[in-house]
């Protein structure tokens, strides 16, 4: 079994700065793809960046610039590094993994359960 642990969220100021990280663990063969998702409230969830195991990295456009998005394939850990935040941001953030675990031939999906990152006064 694979499991993803998401910490990092919570409230922050207009142009402040947080930094999620994602933790997977469990027994895995390979992590292709790591990244992450955002979700609002009455919104369709979105792809904010995802990163490849080989270095390559594409983000939405209205992150680009702010966010870094980043990995350790030795600790199979993602981390997000978001700066000069704004209140459009407010989501709950989920961590996206695409993996080879054993015993499962095809690659699957998996998502963590989300960390709420509020953007406000």
């Known amino acids: 079994q694979l499991q993803l642990v998401e910490s990092g969220g919570g409230l922050v100021q207009p142009g402040g700065s947080l930094r999620l990280s994602c933790v997977a663990s469990g027994s895995i063969s390979s992590i292709p793809i790591m990244g992450w998702y955002r979700q609002a409230p009455g919104k369709q969830r979105e792809m904010v960046t995802i990163?490849?195991?080989?270095?390559?990295?594409n983000y939405v456009d209205s992150v680009k610039g702010r966010f870094t998005v980043s990995r350790d394939n030795a600790k199979n850990t993602a981390y997000l590094q978001m700066n000069s935040l704004k209140p459009e941001d407010t989501a709950k953030y989920y961590c996206?993994?695409?993996?080879?675990?054993?015993?499962?031939?095809?690659?699957?999906?998996?998502w963590g359960q989300g960390t709420q990152v509020t953007v406000s006064s």
């Open positions: 990163t490849t195991s080989s270095g390559t990295t």
């Open positions: 996206y993994v695409q993996a080879s675990v054993p015993g499962i031939l095809m690659n699957m999906n998996y």
